[in-house]
């Protein structure tokens, strides 16, 4: 079975500083996708970015990229030049391709923004 | 503006009743998904459906059940609550040509 691992269950850093949250996996699949979703207090889950595993360039989104390290089997999340609105929870997930497709999901991340 | 809405958001429920939490997409999408969430863990699969009149149960064992007569429509149900009960459902959508999923806000059932 598969298994999400996030190590740091809070993480806080300066408006305007760079944070990077860990996270990672145990899978026998060779063909997968990985996830960061945040989940801000008391508001719905979004995508924050999405990496294939068959793809070698870690994936950007504005402000948001991934360290991807498929041998090692880590997926860290990179936010840089962080704002206030970036608090929130956020979760690391995998899923296959194949069968139901479900996510699974990490224990998360609390990320707290200073002024 | 397409979305997933979920009701009620917060519900206080005594043992023993039944209850339905409610979950609508207008994204038009095939599959659906109800996970739950206990405060400050990860989100466990309980059901999903990959279009109508498909439904099946999770990784996560629960006494609930679901169904799906209509694509927009995949209600959760309990039917005799219990304090063990007492944590947040998330429902997801998912189209049959992505990987993403989209959630809704959440409901927070509480059992007493």
């Known amino acids: 079975a598969q298994t999400v691992t996030q190590s740091q269950p809070e993480m806080s850093v300066q408006e305007a500083e760079t944070v990077t949250l860990s996270c990672t996996y145990d899978?026998?699949?060779?063909?997968?996708?990985l996830f960061w979703y945040k989940q801000p207090p008391s508001r719905q889950m979004i995508l924050v970015i999405r990496?294939?595993?068959?793809?070698?360039q870690n994936a950007t989104e504005n402000r948001f990229s991934v360290n991807f390290q498929k041998a090692a089997k880590s997926f860290s999340l990179k936010i840089s030049d962080s704002q206030l609105g970036d608090a929130a929870m956020y979760f690391c997930?995998?899923?296959?391709?194949?069968?139901?497709?479900?996510?699974?999901f990490g224990t998360g991340t609390r990320l707290t923004i200073i002024p | 503006e397409a979305d997933i809405y979920q009701t009620p958001r917060y519900l206080v429920i005594g043992t023993g009743k039944k209850i339905t939490l409610e979950c609508s997409q207008t994204?038009?999408?095939?599959?659906m998904y109800w996970y739950q969430q206990d405060p400050g863990m990860e989100l466990h699969l309980i059901h999903y459906?990959?279009?109508?009149?498909?439904?099946e149960k999770g990784d996560l064992s629960s006494e609930s059940t679901v169904s799906r007569i209509r694509t927009e429509h995949f209600p959760l149900t309990l039917e005799s609550a219990r304090p063990s009960h007492t944590s947040q459902y998330l429902c997801a959508t998912s189209p049959r040509s992505s990987t993403e999923a989209f959630f809704g806000q959440g409901t927070r059932l509480t059992v007493v």
């Open positions: 459906s990959y279009g109508v009149n498909s439904t």
């Open positions: 997930a995998y899923r296959t391709p194949f069968g139901n497709e479900k996510l699974t």
């Open positions: 990496q294939e595993a068959y793809k070698q």
């Open positions: 899978t026998s699949e060779s063909d997968y996708y």
């Open positions: 994204m038009g999408h095939d599959k």
